[in-house]
């Protein structure tokens, strides 16, 4: 069955601080998404990783994709309060090539707390 | 460019009662994808379709679920017989036709069920 899990499921951490979320999924895929969403809303792109090695960043966070260890992680620099949401990843085009799924599976999601 | 949407943005139904839910993708997007969350919980595939057409409806509940996405019109997601566990926020996804292409999500549609 495949799997994208993601941990920590909860970080609750202080302004300033740095921290890294991962989401490891467990089949072929070479397209991984980051999604934000506050509560009650719908999701916002974040990045979008389309090959192994990339690494894309914007303001205090940084993603970066390890298709060899079906890895990718967000790493959080300095976080502020406005960081606090919830954090999803998704592997698309599962199986990878030009035969893999169209569908997204999502990760269980990073619920994250920056405290003042 | 007009995003996704999605219609109603909230909707309450008594169980046994039935749920419609309305997708427009984006302009110039042919693929529509629909994604169930539960309370505290990721996003879940339900259904992908191309005008006409059910393409993968793998995610999909076998029973009183069904989704159509005609050759005119929004696509249609539609509950029979709501029960209190169809309560979720139900997004819709759309992209261009490239399977390569990101997905862009609507706003979402959360129905209660009282």
């Known amino acids: 069955e495949l799997k994208v899990e993601q941990n920590p499921l909860f970080l609750s951490m202080q302004e300033g601080k740095n921290y890294t979320i991962y989401c490891n999924y467990s089949?072929?895929?070479?397209?991984l998404y980051w999604y934000r969403q506050d509560p009650g809303k719908s999701l916002e792109s974040l990045f979008v990783l389309l090959s192994n090695g990339a690494v894309k960043q914007e303001g205090r966070l940084m993603a970066s994709l390890d298709t060899k260890a079906r890895l990718s992680t967000l790493h959080i620099t300095a976080a502020v309060h406005d960081l606090s949401a919830t954090y999803f990843c998704?592997?698309?085009?599962?199986?990878?090539?030009?035969?893999?799924?169209?569908?997204?599976?999502f990760g269980t999601g990073t619920r994250l707390k920056v405290l003042a | 460019n007009a995003g996704v949407m999605q219609n109603p943005r909230h909707l309450v139904r008594r169980r046994g009662q039935e749920a419609r839910l309305r997708c427009s993708p984006m302009?110039?997007?042919?693929?529509v994808y629909w994604y169930r969350q539960l309370p505290e919980e990721g996003l879940k595939f339900m259904v992908y379709l191309q005008k006409e057409n059910i393409i993968d409806e793998s995610g999909m509940p076998k029973e009183r679920f069904s989704a159509e996405f005609p050759k005119e019109g929004p696509s249609i997601l539609r509950i029979q017989q709501v029960v209190r566990g169809d309560s979720a926020a139900y997004f819709c996804a759309s992209s261009p036709r490239d399977r390569y292409n990101e997905q862009f999500f609507g706003p979402g549609t959360r129905l209660t069920v009282l």
């Open positions: 302009k110039g997007h042919s693929h």
């Open positions: 089949t072929t895929s070479d397209r």
């Open positions: 998704a592997v698309g085009n599962i199986g990878g090539g030009t035969s893999g799924t169209y569908k997204y599976i």
